[in-house]
């Protein structure tokens, strides 16, 4: 477990940061189980680490034979309105930008005439820090230039990335990798793993003005879809009936994207309290599933047992027939048997529920009776009188609760109606043993997000036929057929 830390992704393509080779994907269980295996879309798990083109954290490097998409995420910089996510997180930026330069600056001025520096020294380190901070403004101002990017395998073939026919691309690649099952008979396990509804909001002109909520409503239809054509083409190639197809998303709605213009296109969380990036609060982190394996999971059946997205590991690994590791701790349980019938329980019987790498909440479902308990021990320092945070909320100033908070989930799934965790003393003493238990079995690992590591090297950054800064190319393969 790494410390607490402001930044949780990574937010440029030349960065070292991303997912270690040393962990072991579902991808990579697939490729032991002999299953070709296809990434398509958003990968966010890093790229190059150490030179130009390494590729050391590339879908390929994982277990993955394919990989079309983009190696970060889609960002609101990539549309042509104008917007940046700078100015979402600071809203203020360009101000708190001039006046952190007018300060120190002012600073060294001052420490000049008190004799304490010399006029070259003070000169030259204003110079240095306004070339610096101006350079920190620069690079964050032009993330499409530096992020826009779609590859195919090892090839960078778009740039910046046509957002609006992205969706189509990714269905045609979709089913060209479906198609390529089909004509070589190997078991394949394919990750659609969509750019929408993700800012920028660029749904296609036939998909405009479809819905009442705007941009996010048109991109949802898209996404409807795009997913359908997929579950077309596994019928279509005679897949249907022995596939499982899972159908998630990450998160909850963001409840503080806004675009240029002060519009909300994050989505919506309906009855539950709280958004992305909020830590423990259900309307973040509970998200709906869909699954379909027509002979092994009733049709028509639904459940309400609390899952999780790390049980999707152990899941595929008994649907493929391969062993989990033995020589990790695995957080995640075999769906199956809840899904199919054979129990009505779910595995989890506590699940830790992190904010960066702060617990910020256990969920208790007993094995026994209905009644599901959440015990919240932060909660996000939202803005006064609101349930939302200035752009994100940020784990490390996450409020403390103290007496901490008791939610009863079945009835109160909107957790408007805390307990006191001591007028429950069993419940309460079962949580705290539990999360002692589980940060005893937490180990260290390097930390991926620090500064340094998500800090942008000029070394790593691609660019389209090396023609620097006109960093400009179309992928011929859907040039005017899309």
């Not at 101006?134 to 073939?157: A, C, E, H, P, W």
């Not at 795009?226 to 709605?253: H, I, K, P, R």
């Not at 529920?353 to 939202?382: F, M, Q």
């Not at 079962?430 to 340094?452: C, G, S």
Request: hydrophobic share 35%.
């Amino acid at each position: 477990m790494a410390p607490s830390t402001f930044i949780r992704v990574s937010i440029f393509n030349a960065s070292p940061s991303g997912l270690p080779t040393s962990e072991i994907t579902f991808a990579k269980l697939a490729k032991q189980a002999g299953y070709k295996t296809g990434l398509i879309g958003k990968w966010h798990q890093g790229w190059s680490r150490d030179s130009f083109n390494d590729f050391h954290h590339h879908p390929r490097n994982h277990g993955f034979d394919y990989f079309y998409g983009i190696p970060l995420t889609n960002l609101k910089d990539f549309g042509d309105d104008g917007d940046r996510v700078l100015f979402s997180f600071l809203s203020h930026a360009l101000q708190r930008f001039v006046t952190v330069v007018l300060v120190i600056s002012i600073s060294i001025i001052c420490l000049y005439r008190a004799g304490y520096i010399g006029i070259v020294p003070c000169s030259l380190s204003i110079f240095i820090l306004v070339i610096m901070m101006g350079s920190v403004y620069l690079i964050m101002d032009n993330l499409k230039v530096l992020n826009s990017t779609i590859y195919r395998n090892f090839d960078l073939v778009e740039q910046p990335i046509d957002l609006e026919t992205q969706m189509a691309k990714e269905v045609a690649e979709g089913q060209e990798f479906l198609q390529a099952r089909r004509d070589d008979q190997e078991p394949f396990l394919l990750v659609m793993s969509w750019v929408h509804v993700h800012v920028f909001l660029a749904p296609r002109q036939r998909f405009l003005g479809k819905t009442k909520h705007g941009k996010y409503g048109d991109s949802v239809e898209e996404l409807d879809w795009a997913v359908g054509e997929m579950l077309n083409s596994l019928q279509q190639l005679g897949f249907a009936d022995n596939t499982l197809v899972y159908f998630s998303s990450d998160n909850g709605g963001h409840l503080e994207e806004r675009n240029i213009r002060g519009e909300l296109e994050g989505g919506y969380n309906g009855i539950y309290k709280g958004g992305k990036g909020h830590g423990a609060v259900d309307g973040g982190i509970r998200v709906p599933t869909i699954i379909k394996w027509p002979g092994r999971i009733p049709a028509g059946s639904s459940f309400s047992e609390p899952t999780s997205q790390m049980d999707v590991f152990p899941t595929l690994a008994n649907a493929m027939g391969v062993q989990v590791p033995s020589d990790r701790r695995i957080d995640g349980h075999d769906m199956l048997p809840l899904l199919s019938g054979q129990t009505s329980v779910s595995s989890h019987e506590f699940m830790l529920h992190y904010c960066g790498s702060d617990v910020h909440a256990v969920r208790y479902r007993p094995r026994g009776g209905t009644i599901v308990w959440k015990l919240t021990l932060k909660e996000p320092n939202y803005l006064p009188g609101r349930q939302v945070c200035e752009f994100i909320c940020n784990c490390a100033h996450a409020i403390t609760l103290d007496p901490l908070g008791l939610y009863d989930m079945t009835s109160d799934p909107g957790e408007k109606r805390p307990m006191n965790a001591t007028d429950h003393p069993e419940v309460y003493k079962k949580i705290m043993h539990a999360l002692e238990e589980h940060l005893q079995h937490v180990d260290p690992v390097p930390n991926q997000y620090t500064f340094r590591n998500v800090m942008w090297r000029p070394w790593l950054q691609m660019c389209c036929n090396n023609n620097y800064p006109s960093c400009t190319c179309q992928d011929k393969k859907f040039k005017g057929k899309i």
